[in-house]
C-alpha cells in the first residue's frame, strides 16, 4: 500500500475527521434553531459565480478537509432553517444522518442477500409496516428503490408485466396510461420511457380542488379505446406536486376494478398520512390499489433518497424484471424476497432500510406520526392567515402541507409579473426560501411546510416580508 493510500484509509484519522465533522454539523444545527437571524435559509448566488468559487477552491490544491466541510455547510441551503420553506426536501433527522455515516462506510449492496445480510431483511420488515398501515393483507409486500420517479416508473413496469406480454413478446400493442393533469411529471417521463408516447398518456382534467374528475373516466377510456389503445394502468395521486390536492382514491378503484385496470397510487409526498390517525382519511380507498410509492425522505425525515414501493399482491413485484443473472442467483423465477436485486431497477443500492430503521429504533413510529400531524395542522393554521388578510388569496384550501397564495393587492394585469418579482427577491434575499408555481394561468408563490421548526411566528414574518417587498415594488 502507497503512503497516501495507508494514510487516506487510517483509523485514527478517520477518528478525528469524523468526530470534527459531527461537531461542525451539531453547530450547524444549533445555529439554525437558536440563532436563524445570523444564517439565511438559502445563500443565493449566480450559478457562474458558484462555478468560479468552486473552481479557485480546485486551483488551490489540497487543504483541511474540515475547511473544505465548513464551505460546503456556508454555501448550502439549509433546510433545518425554520424559514426553509421551499421544496418537499425533509429536514433529515440527525439520528438517520448519521447513520447515513455508517452505512456510506460499510457500503453493502442490496442486490443479493450476502451482500445485504442487514438491509434486505430491514427492507422486508419496513415494508410490512408500510402495508399494515396502507390496510393490504398478508398477501402484500414491497421495496425500497432510489426515489419516487424511479419507484413509479417500476410500479408501471409492474402494471405492464401484470396486464401484457411485453417483456418477452415485444411490444405489438399501443398501450396507455390514465392520469390526472396535475400529477408529477415523472408519470408522463415514464409512459415515455415505456414506449407509450404522447397520446399514450391520457391526461384527465382537474376539478376547481386541482383533483382528478372521476366522472370523466369513462368518456376517456372509451376514446382511447376507439384510437385503438389498451389502458394498462390509472395513476392516483395522494397528493399532487404543486397544491397538494388528493385524488378521490375510491372513485378511482371503482373505475379500475370494474376495467380491469392497473390503479397506482403516487403517493410519494402525501401518502405519508397512513402514520396519521388524524389525517389518513385523505387516502381513503389507498388499500385497493395494486401499487402505492411513499418517499421516506419528505415528510419521514429521513435522507434522500428512499422510497417505499408497496404491492397489494407481493406476487406482482417479481413479475417486472425477470432476468437471468447467473453469477447473483440461479433461479430467475424463485420469488427470493432478500434478493433485492430481482425487483428492483438498481443492483447496488443503498443501505436505506438501515437509515429508516435507525429512526423507528430511537424514536418509534409515532415520530413519524407527530410530525405529519404537526406540518399539516401549520399549514392549516397559515391558510386561515392568508384567509383573513385582504392582501393575499388562495386558489384552494390546502389538504396537506402544501399552500399556494399570491399577492393581490396589485393590478390585475400586474399581478402575474409582481408575484415572481416577490419570488426572486425573496430567493436573492435568503432570509425565506419558497418557490412559486403557475396555476390556470396565474403565479403563485408556493410553500411546502416539511420543518417541525418552522412556527406560526415565522409564517406571520413571511407574509409581513412579502408585504413590504410589494410596497417597494409598486411605489
Same mark, same amino acid.
Request: with cysteine; proline share 3%.
Given at each position: 500500500?502507497?503512503?497516501?493510500? @495507508?494514510?487516506?484509509?487510517?483509523?485514527?484519522?478517520?477518528?478525528?475527521?469524523?468526530?470534527?465533522?459531527?461537531?461542525?454539523?451539531?453547530?450547524?444545527?444549533?445555529?439554525?434553531?437558536?440563532?436563524?437571524?445570523?444564517?439565511?435559509?438559502?445563500?443565493?448566488?449566480?450559478?457562474?459565480?458558484?462555478?468560479?468559487?468552486?473552481?479557485?477552491?480546485?486551483?488551490?490544491? @489540497?487543504?483541511?478537509?474540515?475547511?473544505?466541510?465548513?464551505?460546503? %455547510?456556508?454555501?448550502?441551503?439549509?433546510?433545518?432553517?425554520?424559514?426553509?420553506?421551499?421544496?418537499?426536501?425533509?429536514?433529515?433527522?440527525?439520528?438517520?444522518?448519521?447513520?447515513?455515516?455508517?452505512?456510506?462506510?460499510?457500503?453493502?449492496?442490496?442486490?443479493?442477500?450476502?451482500?445485504?445480510?442487514?438491509?434486505?431483511?430491514?427492507?422486508?420488515?419496513?415494508?410490512?409496516?408500510?402495508?399494515?398501515?396502507?390496510?393490504?393483507?398478508?398477501?402484500?409486500?414491497?421495496?425500497?428503490?432510489?426515489?419516487?420517479?424511479?419507484?413509479?416508473?417500476?410500479?408501471?413496469?409492474?402494471?405492464?408485466?401484470?396486464?401484457?406480454?411485453?417483456?418477452?413478446?415485444?411490444?405489438?400493442?399501443?398501450?396507455?396510461?390514465?392520469?390526472?393533469?396535475?400529477?408529477?411529471?415523472?408519470?408522463?417521463? $415514464? $409512459?415515455?420511457?415505456?414506449?407509450?408516447?404522447?397520446?399514450?398518456?391520457?391526461?384527465?382534467?382537474?376539478?376547481?380542488?386541482?383533483?382528478?374528475?372521476?366522472?370523466?373516466?369513462?368518456?376517456?377510456?372509451?376514446?382511447?379505446?376507439?384510437?385503438?389503445?389498451?389502458?394498462?394502468?390509472?395513476?392516483?395521486? $395522494?397528493?399532487?406536486?404543486?397544491?397538494?390536492?388528493?385524488?378521490?382514491?375510491?372513485?378511482?378503484?371503482?373505475?379500475?376494478? @370494474?376495467?380491469? %385496470?392497473?390503479?397506482?397510487?403516487?403517493?410519494?409526498?402525501?401518502?405519508?398520512?397512513?402514520?396519521?390517525?388524524?389525517?389518513?382519511?385523505?387516502?381513503?380507498?389507498?388499500?385497493?390499489?395494486?401499487?402505492?410509492?411513499?418517499?421516506?425522505?419528505?415528510?419521514?425525515?429521513?435522507?434522500?433518497?428512499?422510497?417505499?414501493? %408497496?404491492?397489494?399482491?407481493?406476487?406482482?413485484?417479481?413479475?417486472?424484471?425477470?432476468?437471468?443473472?447467473?453469477?447473483?442467483?440461479?433461479?430467475?423465477?424463485? @420469488?427470493?424476497?432478500?434478493?433485492?436485486?430481482?425487483?428492483?431497477?438498481?443492483?447496488?443500492?443503498?443501505?436505506?432500510? &438501515?437509515?429508516?430503521?435507525?429512526?423507528?429504533? +430511537?424514536?418509534?413510529?409515532?415520530?413519524?406520526?407527530?410530525?405529519?400531524?404537526?406540518?399539516?395542522?401549520? +399549514?392549516?393554521?397559515?391558510?386561515?392567515?392568508?384567509?383573513?388578510?385582504?392582501?393575499?388569496?388562495?386558489?384552494?384550501?390546502?389538504?396537506?402541507?402544501?399552500?399556494?397564495?399570491?399577492?393581490?393587492? $396589485?393590478?390585475?394585469?400586474?399581478?402575474?409579473?409582481?408575484?415572481?418579482?416577490?419570488?426572486?427577491?425573496?430567493?436573492?434575499?435568503?432570509?425565506?426560501?419558497?418557490?412559486?408555481?403557475?396555476?390556470?394561468?396565474?403565479?403563485?408563490?408556493? &410553500?411546502?411546510?416539511?420543518?417541525?421548526?418552522?412556527?406560526?411566528?415565522?409564517?406571520?414574518?413571511?407574509?409581513?416580508? %412579502?408585504?413590504?417587498?410589494?410596497?417597494?415594488?409598486?411605489?
Amino acid at each position: 500500500m502507497t503512503p497516501t493510500l @495507508k494514510t487516506a484509509y487510517n483509523p485514527e484519522n478517520f477518528r478525528q475527521q469524523a468526530h470534527s465533522l459531527v461537531d461542525q454539523l451539531a453547530d450547524y444545527l444549533e445555529k439554525v434553531q437558536s440563532q436563524p437571524n445570523d444564517v439565511l435559509a438559502i445563500p443565493f448566488e449566480e450559478p457562474e459565480s458558484t462555478y468560479e468559487y468552486w473552481k479557485e477552491d480546485y486551483q488551490a490544491g @489540497k487543504g483541511e478537509v474540515s475547511d473544505f466541510y465548513e464551505k460546503v %455547510i456556508e454555501k448550502s441551503v439549509h433546510i433545518h432553517h425554520p424559514r426553509y420553506m421551499g421544496h418537499q426536501v425533509s429536514p433529515p433527522l440527525p439520528i438517520a444522518a448519521a447513520t447515513s455515516m455508517l452505512t456510506a462506510l460499510l457500503n453493502n449492496g442490496m442486490a443479493v442477500y450476502e451482500m445485504g445480510l442487514v438491509s434486505n431483511p430491514l427492507e422486508r420488515l419496513i415494508s410490512e409496516i408500510v402495508a399494515k398501515r396502507i390496510g393490504y393483507d398478508d398477501n402484500s409486500g414491497g421495496l425500497l428503490t432510489s426515489g419516487g420517479t424511479l419507484a413509479n416508473l417500476t410500479a408501471l413496469l409492474a402494471a405492464r408485466a401484470n396486464k401484457t406480454s411485453v417483456w418477452s413478446d415485444g411490444n405489438d400493442k399501443k398501450l396507455a396510461v390514465m392520469v390526472s393533469e396535475e400529477a408529477h411529471y415523472c408519470i408522463d417521463r $415514464a $409512459a415515455r420511457i415505456m414506449g407509450m408516447g404522447t397520446e399514450g398518456i391520457i391526461k384527465i382534467p382537474s376539478n376547481e380542488k386541482f383533483q382528478l374528475r372521476a366522472e370523466l373516466l369513462e368518456e376517456y377510456l372509451e376514446e382511447a379505446k376507439n384510437k385503438g389503445f389498451q389502458v394498462i394502468c390509472i395513476v392516483g395521486s $395522494a397528493c399532487s406536486t404543486s397544491t397538494g390536492s388528493y385524488d378521490d382514491l375510491n372513485a378511482i378503484a371503482d373505475f379500475a376494478e @370494474k376495467h380491469d %385496470i392497473w390503479f397506482h397510487v403516487d403517493g410519494a409526498h402525501g401518502a405519508a398520512v397512513v402514520f396519521s390517525e388524524k389525517y389518513n382519511y385523505l387516502v381513503a380507498g389507498l388499500h385497493r390499489a395494486d401499487s402505492m410509492i411513499l418517499d421516506w425522505h419528505k415528510m419521514l425525515m429521513v435522507p434522500a433518497l428512499a422510497t417505499s414501493l %408497496i404491492f397489494k399482491r407481493n406476487a406482482d413485484s417479481y413479475r417486472t424484471f425477470q432476468q437471468k443473472a447467473q453469477y447473483l442467483w440461479d433461479n430467475q423465477d424463485s @420469488k427470493d424476497w432478500f434478493n433485492s436485486g430481482k425487483r428492483t431497477f438498481e443492483c447496488t443500492k443503498l443501505m436505506m432500510s &438501515v437509515k429508516i430503521y435507525s429512526i423507528i429504533k +430511537a424514536f418509534g413510529e409515532e415520530v413519524f406520526t407527530e410530525n405529519v400531524n404537526y406540518l399539516h395542522d401549520l +399549514a392549516r393554521t397559515f391558510s386561515q392567515m392568508i384567509q383573513q388578510s385582504s392582501d393575499f388569496e388562495l386558489p384552494v384550501v390546502p389538504q396537506s402541507n402544501i399552500v399556494c397564495f399570491r399577492y393581490i393587492k $396589485a393590478e390585475e394585469e400586474n399581478s402575474n409579473k409582481l408575484n415572481s418579482t416577490i419570488r426572486q427577491q425573496l430567493l436573492t434575499n435568503g432570509r425565506f426560501y419558497v418557490v412559486q408555481t403557475t396555476l390556470n394561468e396565474e403565479v403563485y408563490l408556493r &410553500v411546502s411546510l416539511m420543518n417541525a421548526l418552522t412556527t406560526e411566528n415565522h409564517l406571520r414574518e413571511l407574509l409581513k416580508e %412579502i408585504g413590504q417587498i410589494a410596497e417597494r415594488i409598486v411605489r
